[in-house]
């Protein structure tokens, strides 16, 4: 069977969140050593790995009908594609990151104007130039290759533009963040004349659909628990849920189950005040996906 759909898996940071994710969706890719072109279980998808700095240029060309990158490297290349999804995950957590501007913990420098004139490092070249441009502040911006935090310190640069999630790299390195620039996250993108061709079209929103329901039910676990007749009231008004929670009766009991879908953060301060309510025999379960 002919392939139908060429996808692009990014290559480094994200590529084994990514694999993960669509391990939890329902796909397997086999990512083989030193292969650009790792198996997955699905014959009509041919994957193959992608820096996600170059991903939305290939997209974009054709070379590829869909792919995974940032947010951020499709404003870098200022790549015309269809975003098809947001999807918001990452090595380190489920939240978008962020592009800040950072300084030396002793520089005089509070804000972007008070850098005018300085030099500084970064790897979203294209985009600095353009956002100091736009707010007419002149400096020098030099692409960085890497290990962008020890250019200030080494005293190659007076500042950075650096990708972060938590700040505590860049803290760890004697640097202040001073402003933020961009927020950014996973995309799903699409070439246009992919996204035109019904059948690809269809595939690609098969692939959004799960991996949003994967990254929704990591957010979420399944509750169940019996409860009896009298403090069924006072146990439901403890529950939130993506609807109303499922309430079945027992067989041949006073007594009901109760099933109902959670946000995963709230579990630990939730099954007490659920026991003292009067709910029994509590299971949380994992949800691959929520749809």
């Not at 609807?243 to 099933?259: C, D, G, H, R």
Request: charged share 25%.
């Amino acid at each position: 069977m002919p392939k139908i759909l060429k996808l692009g898996i990014p290559k480094g940071s994200l590529q084994n969140a990514t694999v993960e994710l669509f391990k939890r969706s329902g796909w397997k890719i086999d990512v083989n050593g030193r292969s650009y072109f790792p198996e997955i279980d699905d014959d009509e998808i041919e994957c193959a790995i992608c820096r996600a700095q170059e991903m939305s240029r290939y997209v974009e060309i054709g070379t590829l009908d869909a792919g995974l990158t940032g947010k951020d490297w499709i404003a870098e290349n200022k790549s015309d594609v269809h975003v098809v999804s947001d999807l918001i995950y990452s090595k380190v957590s489920a939240r978008p990151a962020r592009w800040v501007l950072a300084v030396p913990f002793d520089s005089p420098a509070r804000k972007p104007e008070d850098l005018a004139g300085m030099k500084i490092a970064t790897e979203l070249v294209q985009f600095t130039r353009n956002y100091f441009a736009d707010r007419n502040i002149p400096v020098q911006v030099e692409f960085s290759w890497g290990a962008t935090e020890a250019k200030v310190v080494s005293g190659l640069a007076d500042a950075i533009v650096e990708v972060t999630e938590t700040g505590s790299t860049i803290k760890a390195h004697g640097l202040r963040i001073i402003h933020e620039l961009m927020l950014t996250n996973t995309q799903l993108i699409a070439n246009r004349e992919a996204w035109k061709n019904p059948r690809k079209r269809e595939k690609i929103e098969q692939i959004a659909l799960l991996l949003k329901g994967a990254l929704l039910g990591e957010k979420l676990v399944g509750l169940k628990m019996n409860v009896p007749q009298e403090r069924l009231e006072a146990v439901i008004a403890h529950l939130p849920s993506l609807n109303a929670p499922t309430v079945s009766p027992l067989y041949q009991k006073t007594w009901f189950s109760i099933e109902t879908v959670v946000q995963n953060n709230v579990v630990r301060d939730l099954i007490p005040k659920l026991l003292k309510s009067g709910a029994e025999g509590i299971i949380e379960y994992a949800l691959n996906k929520v749809i």
